[in-house]
């Protein structure tokens, strides 16, 4: 959002009324009648949104949009406290996946998010997630107005009463994915993901959906050659923090990535990487825990990603896709700015402190262990 012109005016108005009284400019040492600086306006906006994965997944992306314009010249963050809350809303509690659509009849569940938050926060499991599927329910009732009302008031009530009592906000990591083209000519195209990243060869989900009823003696003769050829990079997570490089190479028909944790136990910032092996390879483990990872293909193939399990973000011919913690703007520009001046890292305390770039969804007691 570019300020206007009113905004910069408005902005310049309140330096000078800090500066002096009457909008005579004052030093600010040595003039015992300067007054006291006026406090600074704080504004609370506070942005509720309704839906599942695929919502907060745009959530995320205009968040960091956000961040990266504020980085730039700090404006809506200055005089803006922004809190964010989220109403699960679903038609069912598992709906088919994009990318498996009208091919298997497993089911994902897009409140995976709405879920985990339930799992940590009893308080949000009972009022929050409980709306899910009543709100959709609550539109298609053709009943009297009264009734209409009633349920009206009772959704307004239920959404106040979270906006004004949730002040604990639970972090989900956003993590910055760089997608690299067959075509030469087609810039590479840098997004977010909060939730799920999956990558998919079609044509061969295709052909395994059409094996299902096979003998299983043409089965294991396929399997051997249904999948492509594709090689991961990623980096380990320990609990000592001990990173360690490794490479594989696999046949598969997709790979699964999720930054949801499952349950309490698994680490909340970490990936978990499944992949649709038809011969899965001997001593590999079933998932990898990662928080860097590098997908590409090895043979004369592109493959299909979805985030967050949109439609809408979806992208085709893709060679190869690149996963990293998202780092919060204006920590890199602070970075490349310091940069110019020193070689050196981060020192102190600095180093420290956590550089990504999180959403917070408010709550009403956090993560309870």
Avoid at 95 to 114: F, M, Q
């Amino acid at each position: 959002m570019k300020p206007s012109v009113s905004d910069n005016i408005a902005l310049m108005q309140d330096s000078l009324e800090e500066l002096g009284a009457g909008g005579t400019l004052q030093r600010k040492a040595g003039n015992s009648s300067t007054p006291f600086p006026k406090q600074q306006r704080h504004f609370t906006a506070r942005i509720l949104v309704m839906g599942d994965d695929r919502v907060l997944g745009r959530l995320a992306k205009a968040y960091y949009s956000l961040r990266k314009r504020e980085a730039r010249r700090l404006f809506l963050t200055m005089k803006v406290n922004l809190q964010m809350y989220y109403v699960p809303v679903s038609d069912e509690p598992a709906v088919t996946s994009p990318v498996k659509e009208n091919i298997s009849p497993g089911k994902t569940d897009l409140c995976a998010l709405a879920a985990y938050l339930g799992r940590v926060d009893p308080w949000y499991e009972c009022n929050i997630n409980s709306l899910g599927c009543m709100i959709p329910k609550l539109a298609k009732m053709q009943s009297s107005s009264s009734r209409t009302s009633e349920s009206s008031s009772f959704l307004k009530d239920v959404v106040s009463y979270y906006t004004r009592t949730a002040m604990q906000p639970v972090y989900f990591s956003i993590y910055s994915v760089k997608l690299t083209f067959s075509c030469l000519t087609k810039e590479p195209v840098e997004d977010v993901f909060v939730s799920h990243l999956e990558v998919a060869f079609p044509e061969f989900q295709l052909f395994t959906a059409a094996l299902k009823d096979a003998p299983v003696r043409h089965k294991k003769s396929v399997a051997e050659i249904c999948g492509a050829v594709i090689s991961i990079n990623y980096r380990t997570v320990s609990l000592s923090n001990r990173e360690v490089d490794k490479a594989i190479t696999l046949r598969t028909t997709g790979v699964h990535i999720n930054a949801v944790p499952s349950n309490e136990a698994e680490d909340f910032d970490c990936l978990t990487v499944t992949c649709d092996c038809p011969k899965p390879k001997l001593g590999m483990a079933p998932k990898l825990r990662t928080c860097n990872i590098k997908i590409r293909t090895l043979e004369n193939r592109t493959f299909t990603v979805y985030l967050d399990k949109d439609s809408r973000r979806t992208f085709k011919d893709v060679q190869s896709v690149e996963v990293c913690p998202c780092l919060d703007p204006g920590y890199c520009i602070q970075k490349t700015a310091k940069s110019k001046f020193s070689l050196q890292e981060d020192t102190g305390l600095s180093k420290y402190i956590s550089k990504g770039l999180p959403l917070p969804i408010n709550t009403f007691a956090g993560i309870i262990h």
